[in-house]
């Protein structure tokens, strides 16, 4: 099934491989939703889920673990990131950017919360405010010791939205100083609105009683943990990952290199040089289907998601709407390890619908049959782990004809996605 690397260079369909292997892709499906069991070792594989407020579809941090295993239990994630006690296995920071880790990350990341507390790698109107109101940053820490977890709105003086940064009123800055810090972390979320609590009393005592590494040790970890994540990547692609800094990164590197963790590699068609995890192996043949969230850490990096893929990709619900050239929230279709297409999602809850606003075939894709089939089938499965019924093509497009001809074929909820899969492949 796989072959060992070759030695000193890679092909450009070689690094794919080793890229979407690294990252989780290709373990199969099982029939019914996955639970914890199945869903930690994925997450442990990518290293972090990134957390984002959008939510037109579902929330970023649950999309990533459905590209690879498909239907899960969002509640078991959550039991998990959230719950008290030896139930919790993640913890939120800033990692790539708001994310869970695994808690064996926790003390990889304290050098990031010294630096913050110094002032460095935090943003600056959070920096000046504690700077210039240290008692109330402290009353803060005494209230939540006091009351237990609590939101920025449930303080005893929150203060009025007229605060230095966002304009969030002094509550929410000072909690998020202190989360930067360390001090206090995510006990659970409300909504998207994060809940408090003292650091000591979310992260076990097994975890809070590791001793902090110093940094250089932690750096160095952390970029071996991405590098193993790419499984092959520049040193900008690593570095990426975790937002590792750049003097510190390189010189990791190099020690890795020399410890025999990392491989210098070439890969054909990079400019850069590149590094291969040790133990890296790249499959004969790899070619997953998944519809990705655009917070995927396959695509994230977008230079990299060019490089590897051929495939160029911007965030459009940040761009404005003018300006906006496949819609607001679109999903990189990866199809047959490749990605062939984007299309435009949106959940509406209250109806019952997936609504498909939009879906654009790679320019250069010679057969686009397989892939609207096979596109077809996703929705499909995504729906139904989103519990909505009906799937809704809006556009006129060739593309979203076909795309609806083919999910008409599914006439309601109790045929079984064997039923379309048998459909397809009478084409």
Known sequence: MHQSALQGTLSAEEARRVALAAQGFGGGRDPTPSQWRRIAPVVARMGLLQIDSVNVLVRSHYLPVFSRLGAYSRAALDERAFAGGTKRALFEYWAHEASLLPLDFHPLMRWRMKRAAAGIGIYGGIVKF????????????????????????ELDDPGTRSGPWWGWHKGKTALEYLFWTGEVTTSHRRGFE?????????????????????????????????????????????????????AETKLALAELVEAGDLEPVKVDGWKQPAYLATGAVIPKRLAPTALLSPFDPLVWHRPRTERIFDFHYRLEFYTPEPKRIF????????????????????????????????????AGLRRTDDMIGALALELRHLADWLKLPEIRVEAETSLAVALREILCRVENRSTTMDMLHSSLRSE
């Open 327 to 362: 819609g607001y929230f679109v999903m990189p279709f990866l199809h047959r390890g490749r990605l062939e297409a984007r299309v435009d999602l949106k959940a509406d809850r209250a109806g019952g619908r997936l609504r498909v606003f939009g879906v654009f075939a790679e």
């Open 130 to 153: 504690a700077a210039d109101n240290p008692d109330y940053i402290r009353a803060v820490i005494a209230e939540i010791g006091r009351r237990g977890p609590l939101s920025a709105s």
């Open 194 to 246: 994060r809940v408090y609590d003292l650091t000591e009393r979310v992260i076990p005592a097994a975890i809070g009683s590791v001793a902090t590494p110093d940094e250089a040790d932690a750096i160095r970890a952390l970029t071996l943990a991405g590098a193993r994540a790419h499984g092959v990547a520049t040193e900008i692609d690593i570095r990426d990952y975790f937002r590792l800094p750049v």
